[in-house]
């Protein structure tokens, strides 16, 4: 079985553009977390979304949004970027029930913001 | 407010020594604990979960203790190689229910030396 997938994996971008991040989890997985990891810290939850519904917001501006469509693959939008938005995005996906407990991370986009 | 504390220093050990981390929170009361690692450039890969009832949990070399008195989590890798050298992060559930959020400590990156 596949893992999670992300694409793209690099991508760069100048302050004020927009983008658009995608994240297809693993099969049979209906939640989806998306998280922000700047280097040398460890990841900072973005959102969580359970069978197309958002389940969990953390602190971050109303600029970051997600969806996640109904074969449960997500989108994360960040608008107005900020060279502080340069980070590695990672999508990670959880058991069927959508609780807690292990998540499995893709390989993150890598996003540089110029 | 809560927070979550990794050794900040590299850890560099020999082959064959036994590595421990250690992992506090404070401000928490969570339902458990997992541990991750992560290599340069990829996602973090779980590796173990220990509730909060559970005083200690091994998988092969990894052992992992949980006292919720101290606030307190210690990982062992026995045994240690050269391929067990990564970033190792600890992760706790937020305390909400089923929201799925993780926070991450800041990891602590471990050298093995042959």
């Known amino acids: 079985d596949a893992g999670v997938t992300q694409s793209p994996t690099h991508l760069i971008k100048t302050r004020g553009q927009q983008v658009t991040l995608r994240c297809s989890p693993i099969?049979?997985?209906?939640?989806v977390s998306w998280y922000q990891q700047v280097l040398g810290q460890g990841p900072q939850f973005i959102f969580q979304?359970?069978?197309?519904?958002?389940?969990g917001r953390g602190n971050f501006p109303d600029r970051f949004s997600a969806r996640q469509f109904p074969n449960y693959s997500s989108e994360l939008n960040v608008n107005a970027l900020l060279l502080g938005d340069s980070a590695l995005y990672l999508c990670?996906?959880?058991?069927?029930?959508?609780?807690?407990?292990?998540?499995?991370f893709g390989p993150g986009t890598r996003l540089l913001v110029l | 407010s809560q927070k979550i504390e990794q050794n900040s220093e590299a850890l560099n050990i020999q082959e064959g020594k036994t590595a421990t981390l250690t992992c506090n929170y404070t401000?928490?009361?969570?339902?458990?604990l997992q541990w991750y690692r992560q290599d340069p450039g990829r996602g973090p890969v779980f590796l173990l979960l220990?509730?909060?009832?559970?005083k200690e949990k091994r998988k092969e070399r990894l052992k992992v203790t949980f006292d919720t008195t101290l606030k307190q989590s210690l990982f062992h890798i026995t045994a240690s190689q050269p391929a067990d050298s990564a970033t190792y992060l600890c992760?706790?559930?937020?305390?909400?229910?089923?929201?799925?959020?993780?926070?991450f400590g800041q990891g602590t990156t471990l050298q093995v030396k042959p």
């Open positions: 990670a996906s959880s058991s069927p029930s959508g609780g807690e407990e292990t998540q499995y």
């Open positions: 099969s049979g997985h209906k939640s």
């Open positions: 979304y359970y069978e197309k519904e958002e389940r």
């Open positions: 401000n928490y009361s969570p339902a458990y």
């Open positions: 220990i509730r909060e009832n559970e």
């Open positions: 992760a706790l559930d937020s305390g909400s229910s089923n929201t799925g959020k993780l926070i």
